[in-house]
């Protein structure tokens, strides 16, 4: 059987920029995606998938965030014998994209610039029902294939995070459409720890008796200039590894700030950050350097009974981090359907996580490709769709590579 050629791709270019049109015009910010999902759905029965191989996971019951809707998940039989891929993307789009109107601007789509677009993940979402559709018109042979259409992945990849494996069929290998350029291979990204502390003071006049106060601001304050002052703050460089680090919310109760009045001593204070690293480890010990901090600051304040406020740390992981080589298979294909389109990989590793962080995970190593998305999440947002008609070759000629 003949390898397919970029020239004998046989996609149709206006319908896949009509589908990505109609997708960017469907609201669906992250946790409210049932409407893109119903549209994704009728789209794929329309291109020929039977309603009976399009259905829902329980994955929502699981995210502890409201969320309108389960992953959607997608079976296609194989056309010819060989190892299940996976294709997969988000549904959801950051709040930011609430309202937006797309149009096109010569070879962009653009929003009327009050709101950011949601290329960040439209474009995804249209390559997939593109993919299908492109196999079933033209009769393409390949092997089984499964679709996965993930939800709030903006807001904690919860999705792909809370998804069950044994729902993707045994899927070998996926490609995740998530990003700008086409020749950008993301083989790897970082892991994320999210920490909290709170700190419990004491109140006093901060006029009439300060010393019968203790400060939970100052207790903070004091933890986040040791946690600079040991490294451990922003860059992270490290004899035993390296990554990076934040300090994000720093305030009082339900989004308050700490503290009531400048002649009260704060008898609260709620501070949160992450740390990123390539190695969970190191990420655990970017997370505990900041425990640490804390626990010498809660040292170093104190009433004039010589008692300290109560210091309560806690970390959670947001994502674990994963790194395929070169050789992995799914790298493989993903190089040599490059190749065939005259298009030069550039290997990446990415500072952010992907769903791509848990389906490797889940025990399925994942590759993600972009598919045209630039200036994400901001009103100056656009799809390049040049770029996004590469990335639907890219991922027809995925799906249907000879092993």
Not at 241 to 267: C, E, L, M, Q, Y
Not at 288 to 302: I, P
Request: aromatic share 6%; glycine share 10%.
């Amino acid at each position: 059987m003949a390898i397919m050629s970029e020239a004998s791709i046989p996609l149709d270019v206006e319908a896949a920029e009509q589908h990505l049109f109609d997708f960017l015009s469907v609201e669906g910010i992250t946790g409210e995606e049932a409407a893109i999902a119903e549209a994704v759905r009728q789209a794929l029965i329309k291109a020929g998938i039977p309603a009976s191989a399009i259905r829902f996971d329980d994955a929502n019951s699981r995210i502890p965030l409201p969320t309108q809707t389960g992953n959607l998940i997608v079976e296609m039989p194989g056309t010819r014998p060989g190892p299940r891929l996976l294709f997969s993307t988000h549904l959801d789009t950051v709040p930011l994209c609430a309202g937006a109107k797309p149009r096109f601007e010569g070879r962009r789509i653009v929003s009327d610039g009050t709101t950011a677009l949601g290329g960040d993940a439209r474009t995804g979402v249209a390559a997939l029902v593109v993919v299908a559709e492109t196999l079933i018109k033209n009769n393409l042979p390949h092997p089984p294939i499964t679709l996965l259409f993930t939800v709030r992945e903006e807001s904690g990849l919860h999705g792909a995070r809370e998804l069950d494996p044994a729902e993707l069929g045994g899927a070998a290998m996926c490609v995740n459409i998530d990003g700008q350029l086409a020749s950008d291979l993301i083989v790897g990204a970082v892991g994320q720890e999210n920490w909290e502390v709170e700190i419990t003071g004491k109140a006093s006049h901060a006029g009439v008796a300060p010393d019968k106060g203790i400060s939970a601001t100052m207790v903070g304050a004091l933890g986040l200039v040791e946690a600079r002052n040991a490294g451990w703050f922003g860059k992270v460089e490290k004899p035993e590894g390296r990554g990076t680090s934040n300090i994000g919310i720093f305030g009082g109760r339900d989004g308050k700030p700490a503290g009531d009045a400048t002649n009260v001593v704060t008898d609260y204070a709620f501070l949160k950050g992450e740390a990123r690293s390539p190695k969970a480890a190191f990420a655990v010990s970017i997370a505990d350097g900041f425990r640490q901090a804390f626990d010498k600051a809660q040292a170093a304040v104190t009433d004039a009974e010589g008692e300290t406020a109560k210091v309560a740390f806690s970390r959670v992981t947001s994502y674990p981090p994963f790194e395929l080589s070169r050789e992995s298979p799914v790298v493989e294909r993903a190089t040599r359907a490059l190749e065939i389109l005259g298009i030069t990989p550039h290997y990446q590793f990415s500072n952010g996580g992907l769903d791509a962080n848990w389906l490797d995970k889940h025990g399925i190593p994942t590759v993600t490709i972009g598919a045209g998305q630039a200036e994400i999440h901001t009103i100056k947002e656009y799809v390049n769709l040049d770029e996004y008609e590469k990335g639907c070759r890219l991922a027809i000629l995925m799906a249907t590579l000879e092993d």
